[in-house]
């Protein structure tokens, strides 16, 4: 099936197109440069200013240098606080989602469509050094309700790497791996780690690029064992047209850009007595 995929890309696209289109279906991922810096600028701007105002301190002159270093102005025991703190006045900004699509813009319209479903709130996780309230056991997010057909776009704030950063499965493995899920199911997620972490792959996202990745495949975290604190965003897309699973749209998604001739589609009514 994959290869079939393959080559129906590599049919229209142009030759760049192709190769991320070969990557992502290759490795379930791709890491590309922001599509707007200067958005992106704005983006970890206003994440810092709601931080600095919830904390209560000065302004830094270095956005990245403040963020590496939270762990030095929060405990763990108050870090959600901040965290819930910053995701809310992050989402009550009216420019916040047309902001962030337009950083990942471009490879969506490749790898999804350009007629697109977005999640309605963009997650923030913040992840200190050494702290292990802040870990995503191994998973697949198809599991807890989302749908195949959608991808997340994650983006750091900062230098996101090694155990700061977040570890995923290739497809082969990720295959192989969950046809021996079973065998696990009494010995829980940690055991399970364990098994799969020789095959893990640890992304490097370092600031300014945008990491975009099918969650059906198994992914997650472990203790940040780096010095520097770990920021990152999240939000899942989708074609809107593709089959939704439990989070649906209108609920957990809302349609972003539907073209004209869609519109049409959905809104025609069949004259009255018509026989299909």
Same mark, same amino acid.
């Given at each position: 099936?994959t290869?079939?995929?393959g080559?129906?890309?590599?049919?229209f696209?142009t030759?760049?197109?192709?190769?991320?289109?070969?990557?992502?279906?290759r490795?379930g991922y $791709?890491?590309?440069p922001?599509? @707007?810096?200067e958005?992106l600028d704005a983006?970890?701007?206003?994440?810092v200013r709601?931080?600095?105002?919830?904390?209560?301190?000065?302004?830094?002159?270095?956005?990245?240098?403040f963020?590496?270093?939270?762990?030095?102005?929060?405990?763990?025991?108050?870090l959600?606080?901040?965290?819930?703190?910053?995701?809310?006045g992050f989402?009550? #900004?009216?420019?916040?989602r047309s902001a962030?699509y $337009?950083?990942?813009r471009?490879?969506?319209?490749v790898l999804?469509g350009n007629?697109? $479903?977005?999640?309605?709130?963009i997650? +923030?996780?913040?992840?200190l050094?050494?702290d %292990?309230?802040?870990?995503?056991?191994?998973?697949? @997010?198809v599991w807890?309700g989302?749908?195949p057909?959608e991808?997340?776009?994650w983006?750091p704030?900062?230098d996101c790497?090694?155990?700061?950063s977040?570890?995923?499965?290739?497809?082969?493995k990720?295959?192989?791996?969950?046809?021996?899920?079973?065998?696990?199911?009494?010995?829980g997620?940690d055991?399970f780690?364990?098994?799969?972490?020789p095959?893990?792959?640890? +992304? @490097?996202?370092?600031f300014g690029s945008?990491?975009v990745? /099918?969650? /059906?495949?198994?992914h997650?975290?472990i203790?940040? #064992?780096?010095?520097?604190? %770990?920021w990152s965003?999240?939000?899942?897309f989708?074609s809107? +047209?593709?089959?939704?699973s439990?989070?649906? +749209?209108?609920?957990?998604?809302?349609p972003?850009?539907?073209?004209p001739?869609t519109?049409?589609?959905m #809104?025609y009514?069949w004259?009255?007595?018509?026989?299909?």
């Amino acid at each position: 099936m994959t290869s079939s995929i393959g080559n129906y890309c590599a049919s229209f696209f142009t030759e760049e197109e192709q190769e991320l289109a070969k990557c992502f279906l290759r490795d379930g991922y $791709a890491i590309v440069p922001t599509a @707007d810096s200067e958005l992106l600028d704005a983006i970890r701007a206003e994440i810092v200013r709601l931080a600095v105002g919830h904390i209560g301190c000065a302004e830094p002159e270095n956005h990245g240098e403040f963020l590496n270093t939270i762990h030095q102005h929060v405990t763990p025991e108050r870090l959600n606080d901040m965290r819930l703190a910053v995701f809310q006045g992050f989402n009550g #900004n009216s420019w916040a989602r047309s902001a962030y699509y $337009a950083v990942a813009r471009n490879t969506l319209d490749v790898l999804v469509g350009n007629e697109l $479903a977005m999640q309605k709130n963009i997650n +923030l996780s913040i992840q200190l050094p050494d702290d %292990r309230s802040s870990l995503l056991p191994v998973h697949s @997010d198809v599991w807890s309700g989302d749908s195949p057909f959608e991808v997340v776009v994650w983006l750091p704030l900062v230098d996101c790497y090694k155990t700061k950063s977040m570890f995923i499965l290739n497809p082969e493995k990720d295959r192989e791996h969950r046809a021996a899920m079973h065998k696990f199911e009494a010995k829980g997620a940690d055991n399970f780690f364990e098994k799969i972490k020789p095959d893990v792959v640890w +992304l @490097d996202v370092p600031f300014g690029s945008v990491l975009v990745f /099918t969650h /059906t495949l198994m992914h997650g975290n472990i203790v940040n #064992n780096e010095m520097e604190s %770990r920021w990152s965003m999240n939000c899942r897309f989708k074609s809107v +047209l593709s089959p939704y699973s439990s989070k649906r +749209l209108g609920e957990f998604f809302e349609p972003i850009n539907i073209r004209p001739a869609t519109l049409f589609g959905m #809104n025609y009514d069949w004259p009255e007595g018509f026989s299909e």
